[in-house]
């Protein structure tokens, strides 16, 4: 096969897509950029972004780099202890450099979907008024830029790590050492996420409760002090956020799928370890296909181009993903070459498919077409509290749905790897790796659909504020409904790929527990130790979650005592006679962002190093408690999160569509019509904004934070091991 | 020792304790009834609450001749299969026996409950016209003759069935055959709790809507034709619902800890299989100590009245544990009887502790002296939507010190365990066990304290219906709220020893499985179908309360219809010119919630089952896929109930008092006082609202779904092995 050859593929491919997402960047820059008052807007919303990024990064880079003390410290002292010894030569300066390579490539990752989408709103603006295609267009190529330098990105970091460290002479060890830079990945997007989520909704909620409810001006109204401050929130918060959040969930996964490879080598050798990376690289070239597809007629739903797009993404990562299969893994004896690999490709299949129920199960809770937003709007009839009450209830049962699919597809994926693998250990495990890596192969189409959402968002709102006519209104505020739509299918598939990869990443750490203490560990809940554990991971989640969601209505008061302060002693404002002072309300917002986001930041690293090191010595010598009690952590964490990501991120959408429900005017109570102003549609704007700190902070940042339980876990394992 | 001693002594307390509720039901029945408007009123609430009683209780019996009928038949076609053979002869008829026993116990605690409560009301409404401690002790010995009851008779039935089953020679068989009492007990609970939580939030949002918000009028106004329905709802969903509920607890936890107590026969003899039984009938004794202590000045807090009573109740209880610990538990030899006795009792001493620092965390969270609600009601100045956010950040963060807590109890109690029974298998467990009775001790306590609720609540109800003098009302208002606090108190106790009881459920599970297999049996969630059984528990948990929830929300819409109705049919409503016809909206909730009421009833015992069954063959013979995956369901499951009954219990309780807060006239905004239809209070009542379904519907039946999984997986264990 050629090990080299496969490499070379792989970091070609990664190097090819940076340069095309260098064109797509300088074709968007180029496009023209309208009128003097667009551009005025544009130019408030990017000295905003880059504002708060830079002190974003200061903050993360401080704390990256005394994580990177930390580790280097754990790993250099007990250097000769046997668990680190046996992972290798120079393993304390492998993982720390793993780290922080980890943490800046994440950076880099959020800056460049950041720097292009608050070019792009801009321009997609401009588009705007002259075709509503082109301007689809714009926005996509935009977000593609993001997609396609972040998953290339993490290609080139694992493999460029895999191949700088030696991986092709000691594939055993390498895999091992360079999980520093998921944990590097996921402790940069844990901040990121937070950060920006935080600063999104504080100025959204701050902007809405002061502008809106008491003084009584339209959103996105330029008198409002804090309206710049809400559009550089979409920016940070989608664009660089959900970047970090992406970049590091698919460094992980390819790192844990070639730790399970390496448990394979006997059956496959170098290819099982290098599949994750030829698979996701074809994923890329099937982007690159799909994003230069997307178009739509003037008169059609833009989101068809976007459907389109998608499908061809994935048929031809699909066909990628089969040649991947046939040419690197190669079947045990006992099932026929073909037959096996028949079997792998099926549970490739069974994740596309999952990606596909995610996205679709997703669209049923969240849109207005379906059920459950229509009973939330119903339910706002009789006021707020019904419609309170009905949003959680919907987002209680959406819980039912996803749970369904994602233990079909685990247990689908694992039937398969055991008839693909029969008699291996691990083969079955296998499997669900392979699904796993389907349902990331249109990875970067799926980004790129993320990014236009705030592209489109950002057009909306420079249209609005530079007050351009009602026709050119009407086609961004279409472009900005597909763009909610595609932020919430995002959501759906984050939550759906973090699921299934879960199980890869705790296989991956019980291959590495194993590898250290020379036997397979269970992770029996009947032990005391490991069901607290398990009940100290549901527990984190929820009280992280609260953090979160404080952290909001905390900086959200600091906007709203600013803009107060600007109304009051500058009366010109709402007159419209004089200017706010826009960079005061982004700064003051940045700072109350960053302050808020360190304790639940702090709260999630140290929570699972705090019981790993706690409950090590429970269990005496060889019992491997502390192990045992993080790995429980770590699953049922997991299963908490991924629940309550899913009631925080749609019952936050269904609301949100459910106020959007009666705002076009298709509901009526009695044959009358109630529109804005109504009373069910202040009710449904009390949903809203309750559901904005759940869908936009809270949510999202858990994605994080099931991912960063699992990297952190993998670094730190040695070290729970008594 | 003597065992018949040892029965004779449980049961002969269980039957003067009987004797004694008697004899406090006839006291209470005995005192003065006052005004005839007062009687008129109560007359109504009491033929509401029976005819709401009587109809459940078709349905739930019902349902559960079916239930019996179908493990009677699992049971006796599989009679000849090795696992369900070696239970012992006569197994099919001798669990169906206990399932009817235990449903009909449960049925009786419940209308006993209901029965003096429904009657109390009236008395402690005509005492607080002459005296608040008569008032106080009148409602405290009403709510002792429901503790007092349920208590002894889960001992008989208990201890009862141990003796006719002829346990005190087949002590190894006997209580596996019992636990169908226990299934029995949560069957009717789960019901009766979901029943009674439906109806009681659907008559008070459905009176609060239409009254308070469309019509204008104070809250118990006898013009509105909900309100003699909202308060039948307070008997039907706090004394009948919660005395199945902690009638179940007990029940289940003392099976629970019998079958424990066999494997320890080696060690401990029958001593350890009748320990639970003999400590909880000194706790009876301790309780009835503690009622009749109850006693306060006019011009004190009556809740001290109360706190004095538990103190005591506490102290005796702990006094007869020990005497139970000394006599029955004889520790092995290595470890001098003393020092491990001495360990026994320190787990039980945990138990008592988590009890108190349970009280003290709801309270934390709940009550307006303390920074949680406190900051909910600052939250309502910026209106609706911040008070709701508010109160979930505030839920979700009160997740953390409960979990803190039971891990300490439990990793403590299981260390004592292991110190007391050296190199004994099983013995840290045995350690959890004893913990768990030592919270339970005094359950029959806080069972009273929590019948007190609604009986004050409805003195105040019936003393503003029928227009007493202010200074009368101000007096029930004190009652009532002391009334609310202990509703709350014993929520948080509820869950905390269910959080503690699940160990011990666990355990005995394992145990039971281990009799059939032969082998311990890990519950391991690196397999992949335990994993997913275990998301799969975790999930059933959210749907099941979205179906909680949304069952309030269709049974309200009903009686809004009726009310509506009624106003507009007869405008002499309002006038005040003509009575509304309660008895209407009586029946049509009683029929809207129990008709919702069936669903979530329905998945919630047929979720496991379903997965014991589906699972059995997945992992092939021997694997024992199926009884580990149910496990794994019930443990994780477990985990997710304990936090989001806690969630909602707790943030329905902060809303509830930060409504409250504001009422009082304590809040202010720049000095000025915010009280009653002020604008935060308005804000407070969105949220109060919000809060009824989680804290008095979702919150109070997932305690019982919680014991529902564990005995539903203890009776058909031997069914979900290969």
């Known amino acids: 096969m050629g090990v080299e050859t496969v490499l070379a593929i792989v970091l070609g491919i990664s190097v090819v897509s940076l340069v095309l997402a260098f064109v797509l960047a300088r074709e968007v820059l180029a496009a023209p950029t309208g009128k003097p008052e667009m551009q005025e807007i544009a130019a408030a919303i990017r000295e905003g972004a880059e504002a708060f990024l830079a002190r974003q990064y200061r903050t993360i880079g401080l704390l990256s780099i005394v994580a990177a003390a930390v580790i280097f410290g ?95 002479h000691d594939y055993e060890h390498v895999p091992l050492q360079i999980v520093g830079f998921g ?90 370890i290098l599949f994750p990376l030829l698979a996701r690289a074809f994923g890329l070239i099937a982007t690159i296909v799909g994003v230069y597809l997307v178009r739509c007629r ?177 086609k961004t505020d279409r472009l900005d409904s597909v763009g909610n739509t595609t932020k919430a ?21 019980l291959d590495e527990v194993k590898k250290i203490t020379g036997a397979h560990m269970a992770v029996d809940l009947t032990k005391v130790p490991v069901f607290v554990g398990g009940l100290l991971g549901a527990t984190l989640v929820f009280v992280f979650s609260a953090l979160a969601i404080k952290a909001v209505g905390r900086a959200a008061q600091v906007v709203i005592a600013e803009v107060r302060r600007q109304f009051k002693e500058n009366p010109g404002i709402m007159a419209g006679t004089a200017k706010p002072d826009y960079a005061r309300c982004v700064d003051i917002v940045t700072v109350g962002a960053l302050r808020q986001m360190v304790l639940p930041g702090l709260l999630a690293v140290l929570a699972p190093v705090a019981v790993g090191f706690a409950f090590k010595y429970l269990g005496g010598a060889g019992a491997q408690t502390g192990a045992e009690a993080v790995a429980a952590m770590l699953m049922v964490g997991t299963i908490a999160g991924i629940l309550l990501a899913t009631v925080l991120n749609n019952s936050g959408g269904a609301w949100d569509n459910a106020k959007k429900y009666i705002e076009s005017g298709a509901f009526k109570v009695d044959g009358v019509v109630m529109g804005k102003k109504s009373e069910p549609h202040k009710a449904a704007v009390v949903g809203d904004t309750v559901g904005d700190p759940f869908k936009d902070t809270a949510g999202p940042s858990l994605h994080v934070l099931i991912k960063l339980l699992s990297t952190i876990t993998l670094v730190l394992a040695p070290l729970f091991i008594l």
Request: charged content about 10%; overall charge negative; some cysteine.
């Open 183 to 272: 944990f590097g990945a996921s402790f940069v997007a844990l901040f990121a996420q937070l950060g920006g989520g935080i600063y999104t909704k504080a100025a959204d909620v701050g902007a809405d409760l002061v502008g809106k409810v008491e003084a009584g001006i339209p959103e996105d109204d330029p008198r409002n002090p804090a309206v710049i401050a809400d559009l550089v929130g979409d920016n940070v918060g989608d664009c660089a956020g959900r970047g970090a959040d992406l970049f590091e969930s698919t460094a992980a996964e390819n790192i844990g799928a070639m730790i399970l490879g390496i448990g394979l080598y006997p059956v496959f050798g170098m290819g099982g």
């Open 489 to 509: 299918l995002t959501k759906g598939y984050a939550i759906g790929s973090a699921a299934l990869a879960a199980f890869l990443l705790f296989s991956a750490y």
């Open 298 to 474: 003037e008169d059609e739903d833009p989101m068809n181009g976007l459907n389109r797009g998608y499908f061809v993404t994935t048929v031809l990562a699909m066909g990628g993903f089969a040649v991947a299969v046939y040419w690197l893994l190669k079947p045990v004896a006992g099932v026929t070459a073909a037959v096996g690999q028949g079997y792998l490709l099926g549970a490739g299949v069974i994740g596309i498919l999952t990606a596909y129920a995610f996205v679709w199960i997703t669209q049923y809770y969240t849109e207005y077409k379906y059920r459950p937003v229509r009973e939330i709007a119903e339910a706002s009839k009789t006021g707020p509290a019904t419609n309170i009450i009905s949003g959680i209830a919907v987002g209680f049962e959406c819980t039912g749905l996803p749970v369904l699919v994602i233990s079909a597809a685990l247990l689908g994926a694992y039937w398969f790897g055991t008839m693909a693998l029969p008699g291996v250990d691990g083969g079955g495990l296998y499997g669900t790796a392979i699904a796993t890596m389907g349902m990331l192969a249109p990875c970067a189409y799926i980004l790129a659909m993320d990014t236009f959402g705030p592209i489109t968002d950002n057009a909306g709102g420079i249209i609005e504020m530079s007050k351009q006519p009602e026709e050119i209104r009407h």
């Open 74 to 168: 754990f790993y250099y002292v007990n250097r000769n202890v046997p668990n680190i010894a046996q992972m290798g030569h120079g393993t304390a300066w492998k993982v720390t450099v793993s780290f922080l390579t980890g943490a800046l490539c994440s950076a880099i990752a959020g800056y460049i979907g950041m720097f292009v989408s608050i070019r792009a709103n801009l321009r997609t603006a401009t588009a705007a008024m002259t075709s509503l295609n082109r301007a689809l267009q714009l926005a996509m190529r935009g977000g593609a830029v993001s997609g396609l330098s972040v998953v290339a990105m993490s290609l080139l970091g694992v493999g460029g790590l895999f191949v700088l460290f030696g991986g092709l």
